[in-house]
């Protein structure tokens, strides 16, 4: 693949490709045909996968993710396929509005269409109502998975970067429906899985309990994230920071309202196509009894679930 496919919700550099190549150390001629050939022949010899044939720009996506480390690569595709059979709620959806009825009307999820000129997308997630509940932000986090999903098949980027505006939440009341298996559930989905670079968390509020919110974020990020967090009490700071030719008119920036770009990603996660693709995505997972003896890694271990679906030897 030598061009990015082009997207009506995303849009790229004019140097992106070449950029994000360089920056793993794999923008030679012929150098990420071969490394995608080398994924894609691995895959072929995994018995316990029940897929087996991915597109290259899916694969070439997953080795950009692991900064162009095969064995990397391949951790992330072994991990996401068992995820789909460890988890299956996270993947399974049927109807996004429907499903997702309540997190649309309670605020967003809005992936900005223009890169940054690091070749950074800034994902904006926006409370917009006070009230919260544990149902609400699971079907937040699966609707986050169904996001992820769409970027693997369609996004190319350097990293990625979250906003979280929680401006408008009644942080008691977020801190109480706050699940923390689910939350590290879905961490370990969007880290480990789709092996998202995340290059910053942003977090807006002037809430006296934002600190206890972050505290429990300090618990499960990695050292390297919690650095790159970082706290605004108002969008002022973060404009400053982020840029306002990057942001949402709503966090007084100059691209289109967040909830318009919403409506859009809602338009096209719901597509006929889209939805095809991801039925067809949900054969991407494992039969356990076809994994090679030995080669259960100790990562799954500690999950919820695990053993109750994996038998290990």
Not at 249 to 265: H, L, V
Request: aromatic share 8%.
């Amino acid at each position: 693949m030598d061009f990015i496919p082009e997207n009506k919700l995303l849009k790229f550099n004019p140097d992106t490709l070449q950029a994000v190549r360089k920056e793993i150390n794999l923008d030679n001629p012929g150098e990420m045909k071969q490394a995608v050939n080398i994924l894609r022949e691995w895959i072929q010899q995994q018995p316990h996968f029940k897929k087996k044939d991915f597109g290259d720009h899916l694969l070439e996506v997953v080795i950009v993710s692991g900064k162009g480390s095969m064995e990397r690569a391949k951790r992330q595709m072994d991990k996401l396929c068992t995820m789909r059979s460890l988890w299956p709620h996270f993947f399974n959806v049927e109807d996004i509005r429907t499903e997702f009825a309540d997190t649309i009307n309670n605020g967003s999820l809005a992936l900005m269409p223009n890169l940054t000129k690091e070749h950074h997308r800034l994902i904006v997630i926006n409370k917009a109502k006070p009230e919260t509940t544990s149902n609400m932000l699971l079907q937040h986090y699966r609707l986050g998975v169904c996001t992820s999903d769409y970027l693997r098949a369609n996004d190319y980027v350097n990293s990625y970067q979250y906003i979280l505006d929680l401006r408008q939440a009644n942080m008691a009341d977020f801190l109480t429906s706050f699940n923390l298996t689910d939350f590290r559930q879905i961490y370990t989905i969007l880290v480990d899985c789709y092996g998202m670079r995340i290059k910053g968390i942003h977090i807006v509020s002037n809430s006296k309990l934002i600190d206890t919110f972050i505290g429990i974020l300090k618990q499960f990020l990695k050292p390297k994230l919690i650095a790159r967090l970082r706290h605004y009490n108002d969008i002022d700071e973060l404009v400053n920071v982020i840029g306002a030719e990057y942001l949402p008119k709503e966090f007084g920036g100059t691209e289109r309202s967040i909830r318009d770009i919403q409506e859009d990603w809602i338009e096209e996660l719901s597509s006929k196509r889209n939805m095809e693709r991801m039925r067809e995505m949900r054969e991407a997972c494992t039969d356990e009894s076809l994994r090679p003896k030995g080669s259960f890694s100790e990562d799954y271990a500690g999950m919820p679930g695990t053993f109750r679906l994996l038998t290990v030897d």
